[in-house]
């Protein structure tokens, strides 16, 4: 009885300290999970495929995450993504793994324990039995990361990044139009749905800009297409204006004004960033309110252009 509740003992052991991989042939059992979180430069957050009706801050609001050598970080931001710390983001917080469980210390979340599965070579699904949530990562390199598919996959998110959207440039094809009007455009967290347009002089100071309307807006996919969206505001007066939505950088975005075919560029002025960084010259503001959620949109044709 002895020996059998020794080798059993033994058993359990050697399967907690394994690799959390051991059932697919298409997975890597050959090494810890310590290993596999640190083998990849960065983990893609694909919110989309959240499932459970809890919530990890730190996590929800990341659009990737790294672990290197017990310190953990994110970034928060899709402007200046690839560039703040070397890629990785900004520190946010230290973790460790035991078997197949991931323990993270977040500055300001505090602690948040993971059951860690393997879902492919380079997959994960992270779960926190308190909160009842869990997250796919999808592991990269650097050098190897889709940059325009983050762009595009959470543009709303980048539409918010901004305190305002400015109008530097307006085409010179197209007819004259009621948007010719708007020179800023602002789009908040509520609900993602929600923006604001003025009509206030270029160059305003952005704190005193005065919001001449409001209303909702909605992206949709384009089919066929990854790197265009269509953009959708609607006014509470009753007006509706469409636009086929292109990003030309991590500041500036072009406006394809489907009905009149004039493009309008706008460029983002005061950057909002969650969780202090580097960088304190920009607008630093809590992350209260602009968590990731999932986002299903509708699709439609491109414009015959």
Not at 68 to 75: C, F, L, S
Not at 101 to 121: A, C, K, M, N, W
Not at 127 to 142: A, F, H, K, M
Not at 270 to 279: P, V, W
């Amino acid at each position: 009885m002895k020996i059998f509740k020794l080798l059993l003992a033994l058993f359990v052991s050697a399967t907690f300290f394994s690799s959390c991989i051991v059932t697919d042939d298409t997975l890597d059992n050959s090494i810890s999970l310590g290993q596999l979180m640190s083998s990849y430069d960065l983990w893609y957050v694909d919110i989309h495929r959240t499932s459970g009706n809890g919530d990890v801050p730190f996590v929800s609001i990341a659009f990737t995450l790294s672990f290197v050598n017990g310190t953990m970080y994110a970034n928060n931001n899709i402007v200046d993504v690839g560039f703040t710390g070397n890629g990785l983001g900004i520190q946010v917080g230290n973790y460790d793994t035991f078997g197949t469980y991931l323990e993270t210390f977040h500055d300001i979340d505090g602690r948040h324990d993971f059951e860690v599965v393997q879902l492919s070579l380079n997959e994960i699904r992270i779960y926190d039995t308190v909160q009842n949530v869990s997250y796919v990562l999808v592991g990269y390199q650097t050098d190897e990361f889709d940059y325009d598919m983050l762009f595009y996959d959470n543009i709303e998110y980048f539409l918010q990044e901004y305190t305002a959207w400015e109008r530097t440039a307006i085409s010179i094809a197209g007819n004259p139009n009621p948007f010719d009007s708007e020179h800023y455009l602002q789009f908040t967290p509520e609900n993602n749905t929600t923006f604001y347009s003025s009509h206030d002089s270029f160059g305003i100071n952005i704190d005193n800009l005065l919001w001449d309307f409001t209303g909702n807006y909605e992206v949709f996919d384009v089919l066929g297409f990854d790197n265009l969206k269509i953009l959708t505001l609607r006014y509470n007066g009753g007006d509706v204006e469409e636009f086929e939505l292109t990003v030309v950088n991590d500041q500036r975005i072009e406006l394809f004004h489907l009905s009149s075919e004039t493009t309008y560029e706008f460029t983002g002025r005061g950057f909002i960033q969650l969780l202090r960084g580097e960088k304190k010259s920009k607008t630093i503001v809590s992350k209260e309110g602009r968590k990731r959620t999932k986002v299903i949109r509708k699709k439609k044709q491109k414009s015959k252009q």
